[in-house]
């Protein structure tokens, strides 16, 4: 059986071609009506919130919304956004501190709308992401989807957790084809963010952190 190497200089040439494309002709999407019905208050909220001077942070793939919670603890002069398509997991968040709201909801139609609408959140979370390991996959995962351009648009810096080594790397360089800055470190193997997070780290297992912001 051939495996995937993900890690040949074939690898990095596809993610940087990838990205080129994704930057060069802007994501068009259909937004259903229903979406727009969910996600146009949640925008216009976030506007008002930008425009009254407060800074706003996005926990995308929020699951559960523990990390959501634990964010707007730490932040406590920040609202926290946690966005995720799952009701089943949103039903089993946490008591909401005053400075967070959830909603569920498909991220691509969200950042696509919150780009229209000038929203520039402080950090962007991108916490234990599907890694959708497989060749073909690349599309699906962040740094190789159509709306990866629009990600970086909406905020002024980003924070990536994976246990997939693979995938923080490569994140890496889709990161440095759009000339982000960005550094690479283990996770400390302390106080677990998110659920997913709990259970690697249980497990033993390595966790990464991407940490990227703006030129
Ligand atoms: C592996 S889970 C991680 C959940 C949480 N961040 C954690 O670390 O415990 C990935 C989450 O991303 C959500 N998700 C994946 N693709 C999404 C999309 N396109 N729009 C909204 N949520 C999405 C899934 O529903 C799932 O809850």
Known sequence: MELYNKDTESEWQRIVTAVERHRAAPYRLPISS?????????????????????RLLLDAGCGTAYSTCLLAEHHPDMLVVGIDRSLVRLRKAPPLPANALICRARLEEFWLLAHQAGILFERTYLLY????????????????HPIFPTILATTRSLELRTNQQWYAHHFCIALAACSWHYRCMPHAGDQPLTPFER???????LCWIVEAWQK
Do not use: F, H, I
């Not at 727009?36 to 216009?44: F, G, S, Y």
């Not at 992401?129 to 190789?144: A, M």
């Open 199 to 205: 259970k690697y780290l249980a497990r033993g297992e």
């Open 129 to 144: 992401p599907n890694p959708y390991p497989k060749r073909w996959q690349l599309g699906r995962r962040w740094y190789g």
């Open 34 to 54: 229903t979406m727009q019905a969910v996600l146009d208050p949640l925008v216009e909220r976030l506007v008002r919130e930008q425009q009254s001077g407060k």
